[in-house]
């Protein structure tokens, strides 16, 4: 087995690890820290798969920016004792069993989809350099970002609405 | 085959993590000494020549000092938090260019790792504020927070001008981009946004904000003492030297001496450290000078001006691009 191949099977079995962890922990703080460590594994996933350049933006947008806003919430509302009892009053085991049938109905299906697809990306395949994706993503998937970009302005529209309509009452109290 | 790249200069990485060490350690002195002259008074001058071994005289103290874990906060997260502050500026230096020919990983993503390790970074910052479970500790990294995603945006968008002049994310390129003009001429907007997103993102005295002495006692890192305590310094320090050495790479030339002057004037490295160092020293400069802000004038300075700033200025570069070709 070549260090490619067992690197990615070290980061698969990290990555699934600490996404279960991310799942049950009662404490959220510690649950979003082992879902960095599973974005950071899948990110050394798309390295390996040749993809460099998809790993790097995986950990500034999904690690650096948005599990941190994730955990600037928590520090926010300052989740103390209180909300880890309220969690494990959450996490009977009961509460696993429907979660656990349909994720593993979604696992077959996904799991028949790519042993039928024929040209799946390899490790050590080729490798695709930036500039590559940025021809791909500005020519033949034009319509799919500017879409993106139309509903990420969307977003932002009505983020900046709600948080507007919040100030004018504050200024008027 | 993506690691033949990473070859012989496995071998820099000990002397590099230890002259970066010992470079952070060098500089809190030499911090002290320049602010004692700017500010006309002496500084740190008993221990050694003019006081140079200041620095591991605190190291000792550090070391053998009583290494408090707070009883009422989160243990394991509160000793985390330090070793991913070091650790990801360490790793930052990875992709750094020392010289010519002297990097360790030569990628062609180096920026966009250098700004994925800073913002990993921010997670040390963050978890010392939660995990002290201390109220000044936890304002010191919501702050931080807010701070460092505000600033990462346009740190990245800032060095988009240099990309597209390069037209590559590698910074060896980007240094050989540079052989007819530094790039602080026709990125001069992206340079000046760069320094204050990097003040910013470092956590220098104009924006410490997240460490506010004179409010929030000493912010984040309130509840740590003894090593972790030197192990945040370090990362501090690291992460000046890295923003410096970053500049000097993308605005300034990297090893490339000014064309005026023969080649063989001066060797590469000895520019390269040379223009560091007057950086650095203007980092210092800008403490001593500047007053803190205020928190609510930082945000809206960031998304208000230098957010829209640094679109305009990737505007403008594409079209004198497309125009020119």
Known sequence: MSLSVSLFYISAAVAITTAIMAVTRKNASHALIYLVVTLLSIAVIFFLLGAPFAAALEIVIYAGAIVVLFLFVVMMLNLGRSSVARESQWLRPGMWVLPAILSGVLFIVFGYTVLQTENSAMIEGQVVPPKEVGKALFHKYLLGVELAGVLLLAALVGAFHLGRRYLEERREN | ?325
Not at chain 2, 88 to 111: K, R
Request: hydrophobic fraction near 55%; aromatic fraction near 12%.
């Open chain 2, 1 to 325: 085959m993506f690691f033949e790249n990473i070859n012989w200069s496995y071998v820099l990485i000990l002397p590099l993590i230890g002259g970066a060490l010992g470079g952070a350690l060098v500089l809190v002195w030499w911090e002290r000494r320049l602010l004692g002259f700017f500010q006309d008074r002496l500084g740190p001058n008993r221990v050694g020549w003019f006081g140079i071994l200041q620095s591991l005289a605190d190291a000792i103290k550090l070391i053998t000092k009583d290494d408090w874990v707070p009883p009422f906060g989160d243990r394991a997260l509160f000793i985390l938090a330090p070793i991913i502050v070091a650790g990801a500026m360490l790793m930052a230096y990875a992709v750094l260019p020392l010289g010519p020919g002297l990097i360790i990983a030569d990628s062609n993503i180096a920026i966009l790792w250098i700004l994925a390790m800073s913002s990993l970074a921010v997670y040390g910052v963050l978890l010392a504020g939660l995990a002290s479970n201390n109220k000044y500790s936890l304002l010191g990294g919501l702050r931080s927070a807010a701070q460092m995603v505000t600033y990462e945006v346009f740190m990245g968008l800032s060095l988009l001008g240099v990309v597209m002049l390069t037209g590559s994310f590698s910074l060896r390129d980007v240094v050989h981009a540079q052989e007819d003009m530094w790039f602080c001429i026709p990125q001069c907007v992206g340079l000046v946004i760069f320094l204050i997103a990097g003040l910013a993102e470092s956590h220098r005295l104009p924006f410490d904000l997240p460490e506010a002495e004179h409010e929030l006692t000493a912010g984040f890192h309130t509840e740590y003492s003894g090593m972790k305590f030197a192990l945040i310094m370090a990362a501090e320090y690291l992460s000046l030297i890295l923003i410096s050495a970053l500049i000097v790479v993308l605005f300034f030339g990297g090893w490339l001496g000014p064309k005026f002057l023969p080649s063989e004037f001066l060797s590469g490295i000895v520019w390269y450290g040379l223009k560091v160092l007057i950086v650095i020293n203007f980092f210092i400069l800008l403490r001593a000078a500047i007053p803190r802000p205020r928190y609510d004038q930082l945000m809206s300075l960031g998304w208000k001006i230098l957010l829209p700033l640094s679109l305009l200025n990737i505007l403008i570069t594409g079209a004198i691009l497309l125009g020119t070709q």
